[in-house]
């Protein structure tokens, strides 16, 4: 019987096509080929520590299809292959953040301040003005804290529901920002890392606010060395989000499902989430699935130790990259042949491209060697020094050397010649002090802005007062200057819980709901968190939110957020993004444990980079806002929570006049004693001048004003070179804003040298505060301490005039 012939398939796509896919396959090969040396470079010492995103090669490029100019990616360190599609980043970009090369010509994400695979677009020109992001393809700066970066994906996201819908930012001084916001914010997740508090917490927000948000959680089955068994209900999140899924009648997400493998049901699966989230605005869901990861969690250890051979086998057989080989065989997009053509041509780029980022990092470190070398042999024969030659012999024992051990040669050399001298000694001498400097603007720089549109240069206008000035419920002076605020700045708004339609727990924003409405003034629900997120996202979009958070001791519900991402924005991006978010509370003393909290020292350690505002009434607070405003850094303003009903004079000026960042006033001059302040227990303090006079006291009462910064022109300092005595007071704990406070007066400022007494803190107790009067009468500084503590101070060296009290 003769055997029939069958006819070959052809390929039903179009040479266009083609094209596309192989040039895909490419790319998916050249990420991977990265992620392979990326290891190995890690591995033979010349990087610290890798952490790669092989295996999600194909769900990041068919992400890439529909990632638009304006739109931002708010990811995880997984996702180089989408960076590569995008032109976020270059092969030789890449490998110069796995050396660390603290260059942001070289380095431009981060200037070699974050492990590798932590992205960033540089949004900012270098004077530090906004360059057109919808020209663009923007990242947000990656973080490492798993689901740091959820809460600021809500905030991109909602940005474009603000512009979209605000009339008062339809003018081309907003188009940089946004095409009628047509923008989507897309996320990034690892699998595992949906089990934290701030995932749910920004999945619910945005299923509420409805906006234009692309979520992709890449499901691989594992946590580092943890199934998913343990970390997932029903082992999967589209699963146990199903009651999200939007209804004719109900909104909510549109939740979708695909396998990483898979890559056209990739490309239709993210042609649909695109089309709804950008023109319907609505929030989606992508769960990729069947998600392998061939070399593990990162170069720290083994995937073989906790994966068993059925899974590694799965991981081998199910490979994105070999299954997508397999479809284009099957489809005859290209032969065999080709594709191993390919595959060596990546792994030829990728290698050449770790060539030129080693060699533009380790070329000058060598020169540097090489000089220093030579330096210390001439040393050696000038000043006969023995030490010397085991610098020497040191230094030429490292292959690779970094900055420190030519510096740290250098500055051993010295010390080994104290008190010699030689030109060669003022030659390393020279050398080590350009290098300080060199290094402090690589690793340093940036941690506040550097613009001239630092917060830190605008200069103080004082509140302006008449005979007619009327006297108003601290409040008002605050609801006012708010009003005054957004009528100026069409690109600011506020929001938080009970901030919209009640006007705020104080009614510090009454009346701005109806004034402005829902888009700038809002409520939220009860999710610190994501209010912190919402406000860091629409400031990185040229917004100038206000996230309101309605007590201080729930600040610590998005500390992380404040700690982790927007206090170490600026640094961690080199000056290549700003996030000039206000966040506005309210603290120090109320009634109760968890109403009436100063946790100011924890504060001021975790959140360097982020201005600290303690304002003693509603005036100074609203000059604080006036400043803020028209700077380009973070800050928090700290409101004092018994203000709001005290009588202060309505400035004339509002709106205008600002408080300065870092500048106390001294409220009340004195010979005597200087004691230092802020917030609430200043007023305690002086409410109580006419009883230090009559005990013949001359006080010098001076208010702080901001923590962060503090004192900056050292106005302190002068204060006790008068009076020669110092007493610190706060309402924090033991060793906390008083000590850093002291610290900085005693040893940073000199002031030990003027002091004839021993300064003391006066703080609270080491707890919380118990409740009501007596609970605050207990816990925290009152009148009677306060008085005691400075007639104690004077007692020292005056006994006849200050006997005994007990």
């Given at each position: 019987?003769?055997?029939?012939?069958?006819?070959?398939?052809?390929?039903?796509?179009s040479?266009?096509?083609?094209?596309?896919?192989?040039?895909?396959?490419?790319l998916?090969?050249?990420?991977?080929?990265?992620?392979?040396?990326?290891?190995?470079?890690?591995?033979?010492?010349?990087?610290?520590?890798?952490?790669?995103?092989?295996?999600?090669?194909?769900?990041?490029?068919?992400?890439?299809?529909?990632?638009?100019?304006?739109?931002?990616?708010?990811?995880?360190?997984?996702?180089?292959?989408?960076?590569?599609?995008?032109?976020?980043?270059?092969?030789?970009?890449?490998?110069?953040?796995?050396?660390?090369?603290?260059?942001t010509?070289?380095?431009?994400s981060?200037?070699?301040?974050?492990?590798?695979?932590?992205?960033?677009t540089?949004?900012?020109?270098?004077?530090?003005?906004?360059?057109?992001?919808?020209?663009?393809?923007?990242?947000s700066?990656?973080?490492?804290?798993?689901?740091?970066?959820?809460?600021?994906?809500?905030?991109?996201?909602?940005?474009?529901?603000?512009y979209?819908?605000?009339?008062?930012?339809?003018?081309?001084?907003?188009?940089?920002?946004?095409?009628?916001?047509?923008?989507?914010?897309?996320?990034?997740?690892?699998?595992?890392?949906?089990?934290?508090?701030?995932?749910?917490?920004?999945?619910?927000?945005?299923?509420?606010?409805?906006?234009?948000?692309?979520?992709?959680?890449?499901?691989?089955?594992?946590?580092?060395?943890?199934?998913?068994?343990?970390?997932?209900?029903?082992?999967?999140?589209?699963?146990?989000?199903?009651?999200?899924?939007?209804?004719?009648?109900?909104?909510?997400?549109?939740?979708?499902?695909?396998?990483?493998?898979?890559?056209?049901?990739?490309?239709?699966?993210?042609?649909?989430?695109?089309?709804?989230?950008?023109?319907?605005?609505?929030?989606?869901?992508?769960?990729?699935h069947?998600?392998?990861?061939?070399?593990?969690?990162?170069?720290?250890?083994?995937h073989?130790?906790?994966?068993?051979?059925?899974?590694?086998?799965?991981?081998?057989?199910?490979?994105?990259?070999?299954?997508?080989?397999d479809?284009?065989?099957?489809?005859?997009?290209?032969?065999?042949?080709?594709?191993?053509?390919?595959?060596?041509?990546?792994?030829?780029?990728?290698?050449?491209?770790?060539?030129?980022?080693?060699?533009?990092?380790?070329?000058?470190?060598?020169?540097?060697?090489?000089?220093?070398?030579?330096?210390?042999?001439?040393?050696?024969?000038?000043?006969?020094?023995?030490?010397?030659?085991?610098?020497?012999?040191?230094?030429?024992?490292?292959?690779?050397?970094?900055?420190?051990?030519?510096?740290?040669?250098?500055?051993?050399?010295?010390?080994?010649?104290?008190?010699?001298?030689?030109?060669?000694?003022?030659?390393?001498?020279?050398?080590?002090?350009?290098?300080?400097?060199?290094?402090k603007?690589?690793?340093?720089?940036?941690?506040?802005?550097?613009?001239?549109?630092?917060?830190?240069?605008?200069?103080?206008?004082?509140?302006?007062?008449?005979?007619?000035?009327?006297?108003?419920?601290?409040?008002?002076v605050i609801?006012?200057?708010?009003?005054?605020?957004?009528?100026?700045?069409?690109?600011?708004l506020?929001?938080?819980?009970?901030?919209?339609?009640?006007?705020?727990?104080?009614?510090?924003?009454?009346?701005?709901?109806?004034?402005?409405?829902?888009?700038?003034?809002s409520?939220t629900?009860?999710?610190?968190?994501?209010?912190?997120?919402?406000?860091?996202?629409?400031?990185?979009?040229?917004?100038?939110?206000?996230?309101?958070?309605?007590?201080?001791?729930?600040?610590?519900?998005?500390?992380?957020?404040?700690?982790?991402?927007?206090?170490?924005?600026?640094?961690?991006?080199?000056?290549?993004?700003?996030?000039?978010?206000?966040?506005?509370?309210?603290?120090?003393?109320?009634?109760?444990?968890?109403?009436?909290?100063?946790?100011?020292?924890?504060?001021i350690?975790?959140?360097?980079?982020?201005?600290?505002?303690?304002?003693?009434?509603?005036?100074?607070?609203?000059?604080?806002?006036?400043?803020?405003?028209?700077?380009?850094?973070?800050?928090?303003?700290?409101?004092?929570?018994?203000?709001?009903?005290?009588?202060?004079?309505?400035?004339?000026?509002?709106?205008?006049?600002?408080?300065?960042?870092?500048?106390?006033?001294?409220?009340?001059?004195?010979?005597?004693?200087?004691?230092?302040?802020?917030?609430?227990?200043?007023?305690?303090?002086?409410?109580?001048?006419?009883?230090?006079?009559?005990?013949?006291?001359?006080?010098?009462?001076?208010?702080?004003?901001?923590?962060?910064?503090?004192?900056?022109?050292?106005m302190?300092?002068?204060?006790?070179?008068?009076?020669?005595?110092?007493?610190?007071?706060?309402?924090?704990?033991?060793?906390?804003?008083?000590?850093?406070?002291?610290?900085?007066?005693?040893?940073?400022?000199?002031?030990?040298?003027?002091l004839?007494?021993?300064?003391?803190?006066l703080?609270?107790?080491?707890?919380?505060?118990?409740?009501?009067?007596?609970?605050?009468?207990?816990?925290?500084?009152?009148?009677?301490?306060?008085?005691?503590?400075?007639?104690?101070?004077?007692?020292?060296?005056?006994?006849?005039?200050?006997?005994e009290?007990?």
């Amino acid at each position: 019987m003769a055997e029939t012939k069958t006819k070959k398939k052809k390929s039903t796509f179009s040479a266009a096509k083609k094209k596309e896919i192989l040039s895909d396959y490419k790319l998916g090969w050249l990420s991977r080929h990265m992620s392979l040396i990326g290891r190995k470079e890690v591995l033979t010492g010349k990087a610290k520590f890798g952490i790669f995103g092989d295996g999600k090669e194909m769900p990041q490029i068919a992400m890439s299809k529909v990632f638009k100019n304006g739109d931002f990616r708010s990811g995880y360190y997984r996702d180089q292959t989408f960076m590569l599609a995008i032109e976020g980043v270059t092969p030789v970009q890449f490998f110069a953040q796995l050396y660390a090369t603290p260059d942001t010509d070289l380095e431009p994400s981060s200037g070699g301040r974050q492990m590798n695979a932590h992205f960033a677009t540089r949004l900012l020109n270098e004077d530090g003005t906004w360059k057109d992001q919808t020209k663009m393809k923007n990242t947000s700066a990656d973080m490492s804290p798993t689901a740091g970066q959820m809460s600021r994906l809500l905030g991109l996201a909602q940005a474009s529901k603000v512009y979209r819908n605000e009339k008062a930012l339809k003018g081309k001084e907003w188009k940089k920002f946004s095409n009628k916001g047509n923008e989507i914010a897309f996320g990034t997740i690892g699998d595992a890392s949906t089990s934290e508090g701030v995932f749910w917490e920004t999945i619910n927000a945005a299923g509420v606010l409805q906006v234009p948000m692309i979520m992709s959680v890449w499901d691989d089955g594992w946590g580092i060395s943890v199934s998913k068994k343990y970390q997932t209900t029903k082992e999967s999140i589209s699963e146990v989000l199903s009651g999200f899924q939007r209804t004719k009648d109900q909104a909510g997400y549109e939740i979708l499902t695909a396998k990483a493998w898979d890559y056209p049901g990739l490309m239709e699966t993210y042609e649909k989430a695109e089309k709804i989230a950008r023109e319907e605005h609505v929030p989606v869901l992508v769960h990729v699935h069947e998600v392998t990861q061939p070399q593990g969690h990162s170069t720290s250890g083994s995937h073989e130790r906790y994966k068993d051979e059925e899974r590694l086998k799965f991981e081998e057989e199910f490979c994105c990259l070999q299954k997508t080989k397999d479809w284009i065989l099957d489809n005859k997009i290209a032969t065999k042949k080709k594709l191993e053509e390919l595959e060596e041509e990546a792994s030829k780029e990728a290698t050449e491209a770790k060539k030129e980022a080693w060699d533009n990092y380790i070329s000058p470190i060598k020169e540097d060697k090489k000089q220093m070398l030579e330096w210390l042999a001439a040393l050696k024969d000038e000043s006969g020094a023995e030490a010397i030659d085991d610098l020497i012999k040191r230094l030429k024992m490292v292959q690779n050397p970094f900055r420190k051990d030519v510096l740290s040669a250098g500055r051993k050399a010295l010390y080994a010649t104290a008190g010699k001298s030689s030109s060669t000694r003022d030659s390393i001498k020279s050398w080590v002090n350009e290098s300080a400097e060199a290094n402090k603007e690589r690793f340093n720089s940036h941690l506040l802005s550097e613009t001239e549109f630092s917060p830190l240069k605008i200069e103080e206008i004082k509140p302006k007062y008449s005979d007619d000035s009327k006297k108003v419920d601290g409040r008002v002076v605050i609801r006012d200057n708010f009003d005054k605020i957004f009528d100026k700045y069409p690109n600011t708004l506020v929001f938080g819980e009970d901030a919209g339609k009640l006007g705020d727990v104080n009614k510090g924003l009454e009346g701005m709901q109806d004034k402005y409405g829902e888009i700038r003034v809002s409520d939220t629900g009860i999710r610190e968190a994501t209010i912190l997120g919402q406000g860091i996202g629409m400031s990185l979009r040229g917004l100038r939110p206000i996230a309101d958070i309605q007590y201080l001791d729930y600040v610590l519900y998005c500390f992380q957020g404040m700690s982790d991402d927007l206090a170490s924005l600026r640094y961690r991006t080199k000056g290549g993004q700003a996030a000039p978010l206000i966040v506005r509370t309210r603290g120090h003393r109320l009634e109760g444990i968890w109403h009436s909290g100063s946790p100011m020292g924890v504060l001021i350690n975790g959140l360097r980079g982020v201005h600290i505002c303690v304002p003693r009434n509603l005036t100074a607070a609203a000059g604080f806002y006036n400043t803020l405003i028209q700077g380009d850094d973070p800050a928090m303003v700290i409101e004092p929570l018994n203000g709001y009903r005290l009588k202060e004079k309505l400035p004339e000026n509002l709106g205008e006049f600002t408080t300065p960042l870092g500048i106390p006033e001294i409220v009340k001059e004195g010979d005597d004693i200087t004691i230092v302040s802020y917030g609430s227990t200043f007023n305690i303090i002086e409410g109580m001048t006419s009883q230090f006079d009559e005990a013949g006291i001359s006080v010098e009462l001076i208010d702080v004003r901001t923590l962060l910064p503090f004192d900056r022109n050292h106005m302190i300092v002068e204060s006790l070179k008068k009076t020669n005595r110092l007493l610190v007071v706060d309402e924090d704990v033991p060793g906390g804003a008083a000590a850093y406070i002291m610290a900085h007066i005693v040893e940073e400022q000199g002031g030990y040298r003027y002091l004839d007494s021993r300064p003391r803190c006066l703080t609270a107790q080491p707890h919380r505060p118990a409740y009501a009067t007596d609970g605050d009468y207990f816990s925290k500084p009152n009148a009677e301490d306060i008085f005691e503590a400075v007639y104690g101070i004077m007692q020292e060296c005056e006994k006849d005039r200050f006997p005994e009290i007990y």
